[in-house]
């Protein structure tokens, strides 16, 4: 036999014996939620809780309710544009919302009174988070959060105009 016939009976030796191997395989492990999706994700739990914190406050405060309705309208195609960069198939509620994602706590604890210093302080903590935000985002959704960003802290300024 030559050396060339000898050695490539044993590669075919060796390739058959790995595929009848008779350990199970293991499953393969879950892959790991994508990072921007993780963060659109939270930043649409954000969002929606801002979004519905404007609603509880103009049914709160009914003589407001039309000065507040431009912010909610903002937020609500802030919410739009984040959405519409969420990958298929990963819908809201995918992935757990972050911890700082929650805005929609009312300082008095009731989960129905909102008032306008309320509004104020949650477009305060949005805006503030922004910018940690970008460091970890796609450049697309860095620019999208730097024009969020900017919203919500004019945003601040204009509720000071609003009065309870």
């Known amino acids: 036999m030559t050396r060339r016939a000898l050695l490539g009976s044993a590669a075919a030796a060796g390739l058959a014996a790995a595929g009848c191997s008779s350990a199970p395989r293991k499953p393969a492990a879950p892959a790991s939620p994508d990072p921007q999706t993780v963060l659109l994700t939270s930043l649409i739990a954000g969002k929606e809780q801002l979004v519905s ?48 994602a929650s805005s929609s706590a009312s300082p008095s604890g009731s989960p129905s009174a909102v008032s ?49």
């Not at 988070?129 to 730097?146: E, G, H, I, V």
């Open 53 to 100: 914190l404007y609603g509880r406050a103009a049914a709160a405060l009914p003589d407001r309710a039309a000065a507040l309705e431009p912010f909610r309208r903002r937020h609500a195609a802030h919410l739009q544009a984040l959405r519409a960069l969420l990958p298929a198939g990963s819908g809201p509620g995918t992935f757990p919302a972050s911890p700082g």
């Open 116 to 164: 306008v210093g309320a509004l104020r302080d949650a477009e305060r903590r949005a805006a503030s988070a922004r910018p940690a935000q970008m460091a970890t985002a796609s450049p697309a959704l860095s620019q999208l959060l730097a024009s969020i960003g900017a919203c919500e802290a004019v945003h601040v300024v204009a509720l000071g105009r609003v009065r309870d």
